[in-house]
């Protein structure tokens, strides 16, 4: 399983990029960078990563910080899948 590649098709696909999300890097800036990714997208974007990955996102877990970037996005995604 390829987490990266997995999360930037979720990106793309949630957020109708359009192939836009293939090029960023782990350090683009998600929330407040992207205009698409507002409070509405990152709620369906949560529930694609949980039936995507299989893990439950409690809302407590949930804070800015986590789409502050690509890579805090997939840290996120790594860490559910950890524990």
């Known amino acids: 399983m390829d987490i990266r590649n997995d999360v930037v098709a979720v990106l793309d696909e949630?957020?109708?990029l359009k192939g836009r999300a293939r090029e960023f890097a782990l350090d683009t800036p998600l929330l407040g960078a992207i205009?698409?990714?507002?409070?509405?997208a990152v709620v369906v974007l949560i529930t694609t990563l949980e039936e995507?990955?299989?893990f439950t996102v409690e809302d407590d877990e949930?804070?800015?910080?986590?789409?502050?970037?690509l890579a805090t996005l997939?840290?996120?995604?790594?860490?559910?899948?950890a524990a």
């Open 52 to 54: 995507q990955f299989g």
């Open 35 to 40: 205009p698409e990714l507002d409070s509405m």
């Open 62 to 69: 949930i804070d800015g910080s986590v789409f502050a970037s």
């Open 14 to 16: 949630v957020l109708s």
């Open 74 to 81: 997939i840290d996120f995604v790594e860490g559910k899948l």
